[in-house]
């Protein structure tokens, strides 16, 4: 569900007209649509609300203060990974009573700006991380909120760049070591272990390894409790996926439905639970708006060379991930067309990489030079991943909201790109 529909021939997002903001931004530019993220965040809320959790969006997803300082309006928390990102919580004026920090490798001085900013939750995934959290709590003279990072060993079948919760992950300690770490609590006496934290990945799109994860956990909360430890926190992660060019994730009822369970008992013995959506947040709520450069035939094939690269949209390059992409100007969306009729092309960019791609081997409709173009479910790590690669100045993001829009972060200049270097 989302609020970008094709009208009289053309793309709109909620009340205006893509081609008015390519006019009045040019391109290639983020176009965001506040509707379509109100929406997701409150179909979470609907879904789940027998758990009544704290939703912390997952500002990696998609970072704009304009867009953190909605959801923060929208009662939100937020999940962070860096310094970084809860410098932008702040500024966006969200909680910071509910933000959670996560992450394999905070460093000491991030443990101490978010201990000192006072976060709800900092969610660990080592005794190394646990002894350098500890330090800063003493010296700080203040108890530190912990949940600890477990990891189910659940296949989450989704990208092995965004599988998380396998047992030979990068993320979280094993079930086994979590017990032995939780027995040992009392060696970090500045910490106080609330609870428990899993993320077994991204863009999952069954309801399978969520019930598969939580099971383990539930069972694993259980016996922690028999053995005398209270764990009032359970924070379940991100992960639910969306709809990219296959239209297959499950929705919010559904996954609220497979999940409750095993969640809802955690839930009657009063504990506190804490989702982390940013995907299913913010990704359909984004396209990225470009323009043809060249239609250009070569060997066996035909290649839409367009002004957006993968250093605006890293995923196709990165992961494959197969985005939706179509004119400006058409009678409907993708999914309508009847793609016998259509030739076969190559979307690509100007980078000087072969990888640089935004979709392969296409049924697309004729478009010439100058033609508006979009890519679709582009909201979520779209803006936050790009880059200057070719030194190419990084795209303006733009919020339509209703009849109107606004630049929510300017196009980058030359001037921007050397701004920090010296001769
Ligand atoms: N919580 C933790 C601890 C995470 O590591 C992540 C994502 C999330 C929550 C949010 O997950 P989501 O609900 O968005 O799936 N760049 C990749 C995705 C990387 C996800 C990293 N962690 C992509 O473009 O697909």
């Known amino acids: 569900m989302d609020f970008f529909d094709y009208k009289n021939g053309e793309l709109w997002c909620e009340g205006v007209k893509a081609s008015a903001i390519a006019e009045a931004v040019g391109t290639p530019a983020y176009v965001y649509s506040r509707a379509t993220i109100e929406h997701h965040y409150r179909q979470l809320g609907s879904a789940f609300a027998w758990a009544k959790p704290t939703i912390c969006y997952s500002v990696k997803a998609l970072s704009n203060l304009a867009v953190v300082k909605l959801l923060a309006s929208m009662g939100a928390g937020f999940d962070v990974v860096s310094g970084g990102e809860i410098h932008r919580v702040l500024a966006a004026g969200g909680e910071v009573s509910k933000i959670v920090f996560a992450g394999v490798g905070k460093t000491d001085a991030e443990m101490e700006l978010a201990a000192k900013a006072g976060i709800d939750l900092f969610t660990v995934e080592s005794e190394p991380e646990l002894d350098a959290l500890e330090a800063v709590a003493r010296e700080l003279r203040k108890t530190l909120r912990v949940a600890l990072r477990v990891n189910p060993g659940v296949d989450p079948k989704t990208h092995v760049y965004v599988s998380t919760g396998k047992r030979e992950s990068k993320f979280g300690v094993d079930l086994e070591r979590a017990g032995k770490i939780l027995s040992r609590r009392a060696s970090w006496p500045h910490l106080d272990f609330a609870g428990i934290h899993a993320h077994i990945g991204s863009q999952i799109v069954s309801v399978g390894p969520f019930v598969d994860a939580l099971t383990l956990l539930a069972k694993f909360i259980a016996d922690e409790e028999k053995a005398g430890l209270k764990l009032s926190v359970f924070d379940m992660g991100g992960g639910f996926g969306i709809f990219y060019k296959l ?74 991930a197969e985005h939706q992409v179509w004119p400006v100007k058409a009678s409907g969306r993708p999914e309508l067309a009847d793609e016998s009729q259509l030739a076969c092309a190559d979307i690509v960019g100007p980078v000087c990489e072969s990888g640089d791609f935004l979709a392969r081997e296409r049924p697309f409709p004729e478009v010439r030079r100058g033609d508006l173009i979009a890519v679709f479910a582009a909201g979520a790590y779209g803006m936050t991943m790009s880059s200057n690669y070719n030194s190419r100045p990084r795209a303006p993001e733009v919020l339509v909201e209703g009849n109107s829009f606004r630049v929510v972060r300017r196009r980058e200049t030359f001037e921007d790109l050397t701004r920090l270097e010296t001769t």
Not at 252 to 267: D, G, N, S, T
Not at 290 to 306: N, Q, Y
């Open 247 to 320: 239209r297959e994730a499950p929705s919010a009822e559904e996954h609220a439905a497979a999940i409750r369970p095993i969640l809802e008992p955690l839930v009657r013995s009063g504990r506190r639970i804490l989702m982390e959506p940013g995907r299913f947040i913010a990704g359909q709520a984004g396209i990225l708006l470009s323009r043809v450069t060249f239609v250009k035939d070569s060997g066996d094939k035909r290649f839409v060379i367009v002004d957006a690269a993968m250093n605006d949209l890293l995923r196709p390059a990165l992961y494959h």
